[in-house]
Each structure stands twice: as C-alpha cells, then as structure tokens.
C-alpha cells in the first residue's frame, strides 16, 4: 500500500468508502472537504494500484499538545493486510512531528476491532459519550495515549545470519525489518561465518533506510540505539555493533549494548505488552538452545542449563543433510515428518538418563542423536533397504521435542513456575508447537509463543528490551563495550 498525503482530487474515492464504512453516520461530502483542506488537519490515503484502500485522518492546532484523530477506515475486502495499522502509524508520526504530546479519539464501543488496533498504539481507555453515535445510540469510548516519556528506540541485531533493524516507541513496535543471508549458507548446510559479516554489511544500509520508513521517522528523531552485542557469531556481532557506534556517535543519542537472549524473552513485550515474571523461557535457534528462569527481565535472569554440542536448530540442519534434505534442515524435516510415525524409531533422548541428571539437569545435547540417525540410514543402505523418510524424520523430530518440552516442563515444575515462553526459529516447529501446548496444558502451565517474525532474530526485540533499561533509568552504555561471543545471560547490559 502505497500511503501518501489525501487532496481534493481523492475526495470521490474518499466519499465511496465513507458510505461503504460508515453506513448511518457517513460525513456529507462537504464536511470531508472543509476538513480534508483545513488548516489545522492532516489527511493520509492509502492506495493499492488505483483503488483507494483506506484513509484516516487527525486534526492538531497550532499552540496545541493534543492531536485528535477525528477519522480512519480501511476498506472492508482489504481488512485484516495491515493497513489500517500502516495508516495509524502515519497519523501517529503526522502528530510527533507536529508537536503533539497526546493523542485523543473516540471509537464505537461495538467496534472492537478498531479498539484492538488503537490499544496496540498504546491508546488506553479514559472516558464514554453515552449514545454518542447516531442515530444507532451507541457509546463512543474516548481513548488517548501519551506520545511523550517513550523513546524511539531504534535497535541493530546481528549476531548470526539475520540482519535485524526493528524500531519501537516504548513497548510499541513500528517497524520490524529483516534480512537473512540463510540462502548464501545453503550450499554449506549451516551458517558460515565470515559470510554472515559480509552479508550484514551489505545488508545493514538498506535494512535501516526500509525500517525507517516503515515507521516514518526520521533518523533524528530516534532517541536511542540498541544493539545486539552477545552472545553470537564474533564477526557478525561487529557489524552490527560498529553500525550502532557509528549512528550514537553520528547522531549523538545515547547507545544501549544489550543481551541477545534477553532480547528473545523481551519480544514477548511486542506481542502481549509485557513479559509476565516469573517464568521459564526456552529458547531454541540455529545458534543456541538455552532454559532460562526469568524473575525479573532487567536484573534477574538465570541459565539453567543450554546444549553442550549442537543447537536444536542445527541439528535439524545437519540431519536434513544427512537424509538429503537441504538447508534449513527445520522445515524440510517438518514436511517429511508429516506423514511420519514418530514411534517407528526409538532415537536417543540426550541427558535425559538418571546418571547425566546430577550435573546436566537442564542442559541438552543431540550430537548422539545426529550420530544414531546417520548409523540408521547407514545401516538401511548396507542391507538395502528403502530409507522411510517421513518415519525417520518424524521420529528424529520426535526425540529432539520431548527432550526440549520435557526438560521446560520440568524446570516449571521444579521452580513452581506456571509459565513458559518460546523463542527462537525452530518455534516453528509444527510438532514442537503442538507438544509444548499438550504438555502445558496437562500441568496447568502458560504457554506463550509470540508471532514467528518476534521469535527468530530481530532487531525489535533489542529495541524494546533496551526500551525497558530506558524506563528503568539505565545509565547508556559507553562505546568502548565489544562483541562478547559468550555474553552471560545474566548481563542484560554491557
Ligand atoms: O532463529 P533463527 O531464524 O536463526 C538462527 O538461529 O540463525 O533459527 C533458524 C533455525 C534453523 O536451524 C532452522 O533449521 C530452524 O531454526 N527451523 C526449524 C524450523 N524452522 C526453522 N527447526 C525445526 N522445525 C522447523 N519448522
Ligand atoms: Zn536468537
């Protein structure tokens, strides 16, 4: 959708949607002119090819801190893409722009889509006009969000293959934009390195201008940058560090060096508006697989444990190649798992024996159940016989998920904690989504998973993290911190 200031010349496709929305209580068409060419009002239409999709619009007088938006509507075939958001994030920069400190509106108490909407905008409920719309004698609720107090983070992740750049204003996200170097990777079934730096610098200047646009804000206008400085690949990380040095020093706003798995448990504040403490929080990727126990997201956040060979994701991609699937192994083993019987083969379970529960409770490994997979398929090629992928894939599938929802179940239960969180890519596991919602349901546990675009890498999840050390007061980070490969989970800022 292509989103632009509304003239008079939009006036006709204006009034068609007016009526199609608002049925009873369509302005008159003189109305919509008199406010879409006043002085004191900011109109924004939003187009797909020729067809006007949406439009909304706020009023702001000069001398004045408060912007009343006073209009939006999306068309009703092209509800639920997004543009309704694109057109509030519009009017929302439109008012910090023009000086506003809040913003003020009003919505059908029956529209609870709309409220939905204007509640992820940090719009909050203040007040009702009894019988306000007319003639159908429904309430209005007045609603309002301050725009003042929530910096504009704009945060940098590049600790392995994404090149995240995600911006937010206090726990709201603007903009979340990624780019993955995973096909440049493909032929060497994992991550390489050196690739992964290289890609993020090429990366890095146009991730940041589309993430800027996104959120329609300037560069000057960001308050602060957060930046991803551990744990992670050592080249990556740098890129993104000397890019967010590079912008602090550039800009002059203050830095904010921050812990990439507390990041993954703070994109749960983008999701549900905050993280709910305590819980246990399982995060699995192509780059790490940890338990945490989180009681406090800034100043208390616990490893209980994390592999000590291969990540979860890696496995995946390992095995894939090691049953000719390609790269990313995860979703490739999903789809043949499919069809699959996840009992046909019983793979090993990693430290899930008593004698490995003494020192490895809460840590995994799946380096033993990479071997007895390849041992299996070796062993069906010397006989001869027909490898049954699905059963093979389901089966390896199997045995990476019970040990990882067994072992966050049991944490929950050991620490009396109700809840877990997921995070990371392999969350897109179809049998691990469905495993960790049984198990948790059966023992009473709340499961959160954020959307898949919060749970692999991005760069929101380190805006909005350093967003919290901001609230909290945290002193800025100074720019001699470096890339820690290793970050301890327990610091959250460096
Ligand atoms: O968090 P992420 O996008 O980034 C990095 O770790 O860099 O995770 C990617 C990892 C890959 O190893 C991929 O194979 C795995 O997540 N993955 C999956 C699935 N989708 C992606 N693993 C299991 N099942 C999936 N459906
Ligand atoms: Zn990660």
Redesign the pocket.
């Given at each position: 959708m292509l989103i632009r200031e509304a003239n008079e010349h939009d006036i006709d496709q204006i009034m068609a949607l007016e009526k199609t929305c608002f049925v009873n209580d369509a302005w008159s068409e003189e109305v919509m002119l008199s406010e879409l060419e006043a002085e004191h009002t900011f109109y924004v239409v939003g187009f797909v090819g020729d067809n006007l999709v949406g439009y909304g619009g706020l009023s702001k007088l000069p001398g004045s801190h408060q912007a009343d938006i006073q209009t939006i509507a999306t068309a009703p075939a092209e509800r639920g893409k997004g543009y309704g958001r694109a057109i509030m994030q519009a009017l929302t920069a439109q008012a910090i722009k023009l000086g506003a400190e809040e913003i003020f509106l009003e919505v059908r108490a029956d529209n609870k889509v709309a409220q939905k909407l204007y509640e992820v905008f940090g719009f909050k409920r203040i007040g009702v006009r009894k019988k306000y719309y007319q003639p159908d004698g429904v309430d209005a609720f007045v609603m309002q969000t301050s725009l003042v107090r929530q910096p504009l983070v704009l945060g940098i992740e590049s600790?392995?293959?994404?090149t995240g750049i995600g911006i937010v204003r206090g726990n709201q996200l603007l903009a979340n934009v990624i780019s993955?170097s995973?096909d440049k990777h493909a032929i060497f079934g994992g991550?390489v390195p050196e690739i992964a730096a290289r890609a993020h610098l090429e990366a890095l200047n146009p991730v940041l201008n589309e993430a800027l646009d996104k959120a329609g804000v300037d560069l000057d206008e960001i308050d602060a940058i957060a930046v991803t400085n551990g744990p992670g690949l050592a080249g990556a990380l740098m890129v993104g560090i000397g890019a967010a040095k590079a912008l602090s020093v550039a800009t002059g706003k203050p830095i904010y060096a921050v812990n990439h798995l507390v990041g993954h448990v703070a994109a749960d504040i983008l999701a549900n508006g905050k993280v709910e403490t305590p819980t246990i929080a399982l995060l699995?990727?192509?780059?790490?697989t940890s338990l945490l126990l989180v009681r406090d997201l800034l100043k208390d956040v616990v490893l209980l444990g994390e592999t000590i060979d291969d990540?979860?994701?890696?496995a995946?991609?390992k095995v894939?190649r090691v049953l000719g699937l390609s790269?990313?192994?995860?979703?490739?083993?999903?789809r043949a798992a499919k069809d699959g019987s996840a009992n046909a083969i019983r793979f090993p379970r990693g430290l899930t024996l008593p004698k490995d529960m003494q020192d490895h409770r809460y840590d995994f490994s799946f380096s033993g159940l990479k071997t007895a997979v390849a041992r299996h398929v070796e062993l069906g090629e010397s006989k001869g016989e027909k490898l049954e992928l699905a059963d093979v894939a389901a089966s390896f599938?199997e045995a990476?998920v019970d040990v990882l929802v067994n072992k966050a179940v049991s944490a929950c239960k050991e620490y009396g904690i109700n809840r877990l969180l997921l995070g990371?890519?392999?969350?897109?596991?179809?049998?691990?989504r469905e495993y960790a919602t049984e198990h948790c349901e059966a023992e009473g546990i709340e499961l959160r998973i954020p959307p898949l675009s919060l749970?692999?890498?991005n760069g929101a999840m380190i805006a909005v993290l350093a967003s919290q050390l901001i609230a909290a007061g945290a002193i800025p980070s100074t720019l001699d911190f470096s890339a820690e490969s290793t970050l301890d989970v327990r610091v959250v800022q460096s």
């Open positions: 600790s392995c293959d994404e993955s995973m991550v699995v990727s192509g780059g790490h990540a979860a994701g890696e995946f991609d894939a790269y990313p192994g995860g979703p490739e083993i999903d599938r990476v990371g890519g392999v969350v897109a596991n179809a049998r691990l749970c692999t890498d």
